[in-house]
């Protein structure tokens, strides 16, 4: 499978952006429910990461297989609380990172972490972080294998 990861082209491209970011909903609603499944959630989110690319040094690339873009990364420039020390308080993060289900496990997420990491290189940055839902091995255990390991954890109760 040949594809090649490039910046995306909007406003051409922001059907398959929504189309990425109700995928990831769909996918992740099936391990954790509280995922909005509406018609709406796609363009607000999708206008949220608008304005933190703007404020935030964001960038989104996405795959392209046969003309056609079958998933994203999302890139913002992040800031750790003033408790942690100025050396490593300024970081990449991949807030979004989605790919079509018959494209997946063919590399071309692995390309898109790379393309988030290769632009925390070019900024300047000592490390990238990555989000992931403690229920989603799937996620995580790709996220492993481009080398992630566990940061810290948030426990949830329900009152």
């Excluded at 972080?129 to 940061?151: E, Q």
Aim: contains cysteine; proline residues 3%.
């Amino acid at each position: 499978m040949s594809f090649r990861i490039r910046d995306i082209a909007l406003p051409e491209e922001k059907a398959a952006a929504l189309a990425f970011i109700e995928g990831s909903q769909h996918y992740e609603h099936d391990v954790e429910p509280n995922r909005r499944l509406d018609d709406a959630v796609a363009a607000e989110h999708f206008a949220l990461l608008r304005e933190r690319m703007a404020t935030n040094r964001g960038r989104i690339f996405v795959a392209e297989l046969d003309g056609r873009v079958v998933g994203w990364a999302v890139f913002f420039v992040e800031q750790h609380p003033v408790f942690v020390t100025e050396d490593q308080r300024t970081y990449g993060y991949i807030a979004e990172l989605f790919v079509e289900e018959h494209t997946r496990s063919h590399g071309v997420g692995r390309a898109l972490i790379g393309s988030c990491e290769t632009e925390a290189r070019r900024l300047g940055l000592g490390h990238i972080m990555i989000g992931v839902l403690a229920s989603n091995t799937r996620a995580a255990d790709v996220y492993t294998r481009a080398g992630y390991t566990p940061y810290s954890s948030e426990l949830r109760k329900f009152l």
